[in-house]
């Protein structure tokens, strides 16, 4: 079997950079990763960060070098303007923003996707859409990333990413119990699954008055009916219930026609969204592994980088 490194995959975000070396047919040959997102990179110095990790790697090979996430937002290295949904993987392929290195060679950066939904509301992605293509999706599939930003997108023929929508779940249990109300009843560091099934069973029933239910993360505490300690699943349980409900309240549903829901991302965050896609009455299924790598590899390839 061929050895020889033919790409350098970075997954580059907002909290860490990881570096893979990709062998024929997009084989993981090694990887490496640092707490380096961008927000950790001092004064821009992008290229001093990737040398950091993996500058031996570059040095030793010439390779095409690809990368996808946050590392092409405004914040980033260099801005790669969103690619319009409906999208296909040619389409993003031919549009990757070259950035030259020091000493020759050049980072080629996936530049993302917007859209506008029914609402008229703009949304984006960096990153979530290399996974959607890594993960192969047939027509007709909807997709969950749960996350920070959770995504919910949806494919056509042949892999397009027809449209999309971003709740954000994680990022609102971050900041509601770090630096809110919420938070203050609240003892961490336990699983309650009860807890976490009581608030999804909520939330389902009440994402259209999610601004009020979400109060009863507090109430619930204050009235003795969940204890400190299950109070963090419970709201992550409300937050989960209200992003599923709403996002499956649209005729069609997501799982029109009876296919599975499929999740990509996380292990633990896939198992509660398992959780409660399950307490809703939605069927779902996992994702293949490394479809980050996958889908880099799949643009590299669409982009001519390196030979299928």
Known sequence: ????????????????LRASLLGAGGRLLERRAAPGGIMAVPERRFESALRALCGDWLDAHRFPVIAS???????????????????????????????????????????????????????VMRGEETQLWGADLPAGTCAVL???????????????????????????????????????????????????????????????????????ARTAGLMGRVAPRGLPDYLSGLLVGIEIGAATAEAPGPAAGGAPLVLIGDDELCRRYETALTIAGLRSVRAGVEVTLQGQWRVAVAAGLVRA
């Open 1 to 16: 079997m061929n050895d020889t490194p033919q790409l350098l995959a970075l997954d580059w975000g907002t909290s860490n």
């Open 146 to 216: 749960p996350g920070t930003h959770a995504k919910w997108a949806w494919s056509g023929e042949g892999g397009r990413i027809e449209r999309f929508q971003t709740w954000l779940t994680g990022e609102l249990f971050g900041l509601w119990t770090k630096h809110g109300l919420l938070g203050r009843l609240m003892e961490f560091g336990h699983d309650s699954p009860e807890d976490y099934a009581r608030g999804v069973r909520l939330g389902l029933a009440e994402h259209a008055r999610a601004h009020h239910v979400v109060f009863a």
């Open 69 to 123: 996430g946050m590392i092409g937002s405004r914040q980033g290295w260099q801005e790669a303007p969103y690619a319009a949904c409906p999208a296909t993987l040619a389409q993003v392929a031919a549009q990757l923003l070259r950035v030259p290195l020091q000493g020759g060679g050049a980072l080629h950066i996936v530049p993302g996707l917007c859209c506008v939904g029914s609402d008229g509301v703009d949304d």
